[in-house]
Structures are given as structure tokens and as C-alpha cells.
């Protein structure tokens, strides 16, 4: 049996990937192979019937159940980039998706990053208890190395992602919302916002009020009430606070993703299927998933502005095109397959 452990695997994209990796083994004859370690925060996914225990999200209880467990499974993945804590016989894999946990030894100084340290240094100190670590992109496989986490020769770039839930819908490009753009992130640091509203008050000074649509939420009330204060002054951003994407990717033109780092940049993807035009960092990550319509330094409000105003006046733009492709079967069959 292989077990598959999310115990530390709740929200965001992780819990996104997480729950399409369940729904994708629930329809296969094999199922019953696969064994579901889950968080309590997790929704439980209809699909699963006995096949799946929830447990304490803490480290002692996973101890514990890998302790008393640890003879029973033949090949093992964790999911949220955190190997078992223990030596197992079984061979195992551990899914790594999170960028600032390598981002963090070189910034271990910094207030934001010590609580991401310590989560490095716990990864660390059990590295040696999984064969191989597997990522989405080839930039995480050099963060992996660069790190000292493994070697190349022990990482896997497996990307996966549901390639059937965005379908551009049958409506012309020139169709769509004039001059919107859309932003979908939640407000953490990473995700550059205060660059990204500088820019749009940078098009406000330079006479030019184009809409951006955020998803800015409780967590982050200065945020809030500087949307509140920007849209007071004459400009338009408007904060859906939670939306479903495709919304506004099936509506709106262009999508701009000033992130500083992402493991994947599943939003890219999403954007490209959806039939937008975008705009974004000009970092690896993008890079990896993508080839997009225009590039911008992510570091500079001013150059955020430029794309945009280039993006409104350049009817010619092209369109992204995706380098990426869904590997979730070879990922589960690598699980599921007899040494």
C-alpha cells in the first residue's frame, strides 16, 4: 500500500494541487493502494470513503502514527514539503512546494523569514529520511541543491495541475472588459502588492485610471483600507476580498502577477488557459510555466506602470503560451507501480 501524507496540507495552492491529486486516485481501479493521511483543517473530499485517517496537525502526533505505522506502506509521498520523521524501509518521496523555505537561509536575519528558518532547518534535519525530493519546476530543483537539501540526481520535476478546469470561453479577446486587469493572490509579502498599488497610483499621476481587481483579505487590513483611500482619490481598484477566477479571467484582458517568488505560478497557467494576455515578473518562475505576452521588473513601481500602459496601447500584444504539461498520472503511477 502507498501511504499519502498531507498532514500539514490545509489551504492555499497546496490544498488546490492536494485535493485534484485525491480526486484524480479516487477514479483509478487502483485506489484502494493508496492510504490518506489528513489534516483536520482539510476538507474531506467526497470521493474518499475508509481509505484516509485525520489526525493532530502537529509533529508529534505524525510521529507517533509513522512509529506505530512505518512497516505497513511500500512506498510513501508527503505532500507538504516536510519528509517523514524517521528512516523508513518503504521508498519515499516528498512533494516540495514551497519556495520561501528555500528563500530563508539566505535571509535568516530577516524578522519576516524566521518562522520559514525554522520550518528549513526541520526539513533539513530530515532530508536524509526521503529518496527523492519532487517539484514543479526546474527553478525549485536548483533551490533544492543550492540549499544543500539534495542532489540533483534525488529530485524530481514532476508538475501537476488540473488542465481541465480553465477552457478559454468562445469570446473574443477584443470583446472583453477594455483596459482591466486582475490580480488573484491572497496579501502575503511575496506577492508584491505594495509595488503593484504604487504603480497604480504612478497611472493615476500620469493620467490613466485602469481597473485592477484584487482579492485582498481580512489578513491584511492596511491593504484594505489603502484600496478604500486609492478609490476615494479617483481610482479604480476594485477588491473582491474571495472569487471564484474565472469570473474575471473569462472577462477581463490582461493578467498582471508582480509576485517576487512562486514555486509554480499555477495562476499563469490558469490565465493562459482562460485566454488572457499577461504580464508579470520577470523572475524564473515565470518562466517556467509560461512563455507570457510582456515581462516587467517586479522591483519597480515604474516599470509595472510602463507594461501596462504598453499592454493598453499595443493591440498586437501576443498571446502567452504555456511550456508546462499535467504530469499527475506519471506521478501516481510512480506511486502505485511494483518495485
Known sequence: MTLIDGLFVNKGGGAVLFRYLIETIMQRPDKDKFFFLLDPRFGIPASLTGNYLVIH?????RKKF???HHHSYRKV???ANTPPPLKMKAEVYTYFHNQKLLEAPGKKFQKMFWSQYIKYLYVKVNAANTDYFIVQTKHMVDGLVEVGLKNRKHCLTIPFYDDTKYVAPDVPFEKRRKDEFVFISNPTPQKNYPALLDA?????VRGLTPTLHVTIDE??????????????????VVNHTYIDPRELYYTCPYLIFPSL???FGLPLI?????????LASDLPFTYDVVTPSLVFDQSKP?????????????PDLPFPTVVTTNHVHELIDLLAREN
Open 77 to 79: 509521498l508527503c505532500f
Open 200 to 204: 497604480w497610483e504612478e497611472l493615476y
Open 57 to 61: 496537525n502537529n509533529t508529534s502526533e
Open 302 to 314: 515604474s516599470a509595472i506602470a510602463d507594461a501596462v500602459v504598453k499592454a493598453m496601447n499595443t
Open 66 to 68: 509513522y512509529k506505530k
Open 219 to 236: 489578513t491584511a487590513p492596511a491593504f484594505t483600507e489603502r484600496v478604500k483611500v486609492m478609490n476615494e482619490r479617483g481610482m479604480d
Open 261 to 263: 517568488m512562486e514555486s
Open 270 to 278: 490558469e490565465a493562459a488557459e482562460s485566454g488572457m494576455k499577461i
